[in-house]
C-alpha cells in the first residue's frame, strides 16, 4: 500500500512537472508567472495563443495518447498472454497507418466525421489479421509476435506505395507515420477525448476480471468469468484506445511494450493496479519524449515517435532474447 501511494506521489510529481515545464518551454519561452496570467485571462497577447492555443492542447493529448498506448499493452499482453505485445508489433498501428493513408489518397473528399470510425477499423483488421495467421492450436506468444512483424512489415509497404503515389502531399503523412504531436489542438482533442475517456474506465472496471484470466482460461471460466466475452471487450478496448491514438498522433511506439513491464516490477501484476498506474506512467512517458522532440534541436522539431523507439527497441530485443532463454530452458 505504501509503496502504491509513493508511486502514486511520485507520478503525480512528474506529470506535474512535466506539464509546467512544457508550457513554458519551446521555440518561445515564457515565464511561469506569465503562464498563469494568460490562463487566468484572455489578453489577446502573443503569449496566451502560444500557451493557450498551442502548448497546452498538446501537453494534454501527450499525456491522453500516452495513457491509451500504455493501457492498450497491458490489455494486450494480459489477452494474448504474450509478455511482447503491444499494438505497434502486433499490426494494430500498420493497420491504422494504412487506413489513414488509403482515405487521404482515396477518400479524401470523405466528410471528416468518418475519418476516426474507418482508422478504427483499420486497427481491428491489422490485429485480426495477425491473430488469424498466427493460430495454430494454442496461440504461442513468439507465433503471434512473427506474424505481427510480417503483417506490419506488408501494411507497411503499402502505406509507403501509396504514399509514393501521393507525391508531393505526402510530405505531412510521413512525418505522421514517425509520431508526432505536431499542430494538435483543442479540435483533435475533443475528437479521441471521449474514446478514450470510455475505454480507460472500462479498462479499469474490468480490472478484476483480467486478473483471474492470468490463472487459465478453464480456472477463469469454473470462477465464473465469461472468457470469450471478456477477450472480446478486451479487443475492442485495445481497438479503441490505440486506434483513436494513432488517428491523431500518428504510429508512436513501444509505449505500450515498455510502461506495462514498468509497472509490474514496482506494484506486480495486479491489474488493479497494473491499468491505472500504466496510465500514468504512459503519459509521463510521453510528455517528458515530447518535450525533448520540441525543444533538443530548436528550432527544427522531431517526431516524438523517434524518442519512443529509441527506448523501445533495446528492450524489446531484450524481451526477445529473455523469452528465448526461458524456451531453451
Known amino acids: 500500500m505504501h509503496k502504491k501511494y509513493h508511486f502514486f506521489l511520485v507520478l503525480l510529481f512528474i506529470c506535474t512537472s512535466l506539464v509546467i515545464v512544457s508550457l513554458m518551454y519551446g521555440t518561445v519561452n515564457v515565464p511561469f508567472n506569465r503562464i498563469v496570467e494568460v490562463l487566468m485571462s484572455d489578453d489577446g497577447s502573443k503569449a496566451r495563443t502560444?500557451?493557450?492555443?498551442?502548448?497546452?492542447?498538446?501537453?494534454?493529448?501527450?499525456?491522453?495518447?500516452?495513457?491509451?498506448?500504455?493501457?492498450?499493452?497491458?490489455?494486450m499482453q494480459s489477452m494474448t498472454k504474450n509478455p511482447l505485445a503491444e499494438p505497434k508489433l502486433l499490426g494494430i498501428t500498420a493497420g491504422a497507418a494504412t487506413m489513414v493513408v488509403i482515405i487521404e489518397y482515396f477518400l479524401v473528399s470523405l466528410p471528416y466525421i468518418w475519418f476516426s470510425p474507418l482508422v478504427f477499423i483499420g486497427t481491428a483488421l491489422g490485429g485480426?489479421?495477425?491473430?488469424?495467421?498466427?493460430?495454430?492450436?494454442?496461440?504461442?506468444?513468439?507465433?503471434?509476435?512473427?506474424?505481427?512483424?510480417?503483417?506490419?512489415?506488408?501494411?507497411?509497404?503499402?502505406?509507403?506505395?501509396i504514399l509514393?503515389?501521393?507525391?508531393?502531399?505526402?510530405?505531412?503523412?510521413?512525418?505522421?507515420?514517425?509520431?508526432?504531436?505536431?499542430?494538435?489542438?483543442?479540435?483533435?482533442?475533443?475528437?479521441?477525448?471521449?474514446w478514450s475517456i470510455i475505454g480507460l474506465f472500462v479498462a479499469l472496471?474490468?480490472?478484476?476480471?483480467?486478473?483471474?484470466?492470468?490463472?487459465?482460461?478453464?480456472?477463469?471460466?469454473?470462477?465464473?468469468?465469461?472468457?470469450?466475452?471478456?477477450k472480446i471487450t478486451m479487443a475492442i478496448l485495445v481497438v479503441v484506445l490505440a486506434g483513436s491514438s494513432v488517428s491523431v498522433a500518428g504510429s508512436i511506439g513501444?509505449?505500450?511494450l515498455i510502461?506495462?513491464?514498468?509497472?509490474?516490477?514496482?506494484?506486480?501484476?495486479?491489474?488493479?493496479?497494473?491499468?491505472?498506474?500504466?496510465?500514468?506512467t504512459g503519459g509521463c512517458i510521453?510528455?517528458?519524449?515530447?518535450l525533448l522532440a520540441r525543444t533538443i534541436v530548436q528550432p527544427i522539431?522531431?517526431?516524438?515517435?523517434?524518442?519512443?523507439?529509441?527506448?523501445?527497441?533495446?528492450?524489446?530485443?531484450?524481451?526477445?532474447?529473455?523469452?528465448g532463454d526461458r524456451h531453451a530452458k
Open 205 to 230: 472496471a474490468l480490472s478484476s476480471k483480467m486478473n483471474l484470466l492470468e490463472l487459465g482460461d478453464d480456472m477463469a471460466k469454473g470462477l465464473g468469468v465469461k472468457v470469450g466475452l471478456l
Open 128 to 161: 485480426a489479421v495477425v491473430y488469424t495467421l498466427s493460430m495454430k492450436g494454442n496461440v504461442s506468444p513468439v507465433r503471434l509476435t512473427l506474424a505481427g512483424v510480417a503483417v506490419s512489415a506488408f501494411l507497411h509497404a503499402i502505406t509507403v506505395g
Open 301 to 323: 522539431e522531431l517526431p516524438v515517435g523517434i524518442f519512443t523507439a529509441a527506448i523501445g527497441c533495446p528492450y524489446f530485443l531484450y524481451l526477445v532474447r529473455k523469452q
Open 259 to 280: 510502461v506495462p513491464h514498468l509497472v509490474r516490477k514496482i506494484l506486480g501484476p495486479d491489474h488493479k493496479n497494473l491499468i491505472p498506474f500504466s496510465a500514468l
Open 50 to 75: 502560444i500557451i493557450w492555443d498551442l502548448r497546452l492542447p498538446r501537453a494534454i493529448m501527450a499525456f491522453l495518447i500516452g495513457a491509451n498506448l500504455a493501457v492498450s499493452g497491458a490489455l
Open 286 to 290: 510521453l510528455l517528458a519524449g515530447d
Open 254 to 256: 513501444f509505449i505500450g
Open 164 to 194: 509514393i503515389l501521393l507525391g508531393e502531399d505526402a510530405a505531412s503523412v510521413y512525418t505522421w507515420l514517425v509520431g508526432g504531436l505536431n499542430g494538435l489542438t483543442w479540435s483533435h482533442l475533443m475528437l479521441i477525448a471521449p
